[in-house]
C-alpha cells in the first residue's frame, strides 16, 4: 500500500499498486466500488487507460517518473479511453470526487509505502 500527499495534505493513505501485466491489466474493471482494503490504484509503468468494464467514474492523475503531475482528468465515466500521455510513466486512479480539487498539472506528488 502507498500513501499519496501533497504538501503534507493526504490525498489517500491507502493505494494499491499494479505493476506487473496481470495487475495492470485487470486494474479496476468489472469492480462494483475501489476494493475494500484500498482507496485506488496506482498503474506502473502506464500512460493511457481505458474504463471499459468499468461500474463508476474515476479521478484519473497522470504522473512522470517524479511524481509530477502531467495530467488531470476528472468524472471519467465507464467506456471511455484517454489520450496517451508519453510524457507520463504513471497512472493515479480514485474514484471521482476523491481527487481534491487542488490538484492540478504540475504539482508533485509524495508518494511512501505504509
Known amino acids: 500500500m502507498l500513501r499519496v500527499s501533497k504538501e503534507g495534505q493526504t490525498i489517500s493513505e491507502k493505494i ?5 501485466s496481470v495487475t495492470r491489466i485487470i486494474g479496476l474493471m468489472f469492480r462494483k466500488s475501489p476494493p475494500k482494503m484500498a482507496e485506488g490504484l496506482l498503474l506502473d509503468p502506464c500512460n493511457s487507460i481505458h474504463t471499459c468494464f468499468m461500474r463508476y467514474s ?55 509505502v505504509v
Open 16 to 20: 494499491l499498486v499494479a505493476d506487473n
Open 58 to 112: 474515476l479521478d484519473v492523475v497522470f504522473l512522470n517518473s517524479n511524481y509530477k503531475v502531467i495530467k488531470v482528468i476528472r468524472n471519467l465515466k465507464p467506456w471511455r479511453m484517454t489520450w496517451i500521455y508519453f510524457k507520463a510513466s504513471k497512472t493515479l486512479e480514485l474514484p471521482a470526487g476523491k481527487l481534491p480539487i487542488g490538484i492540478k498539472e504540475g504539482d508533485v506528488l509524495e508518494v511512501e
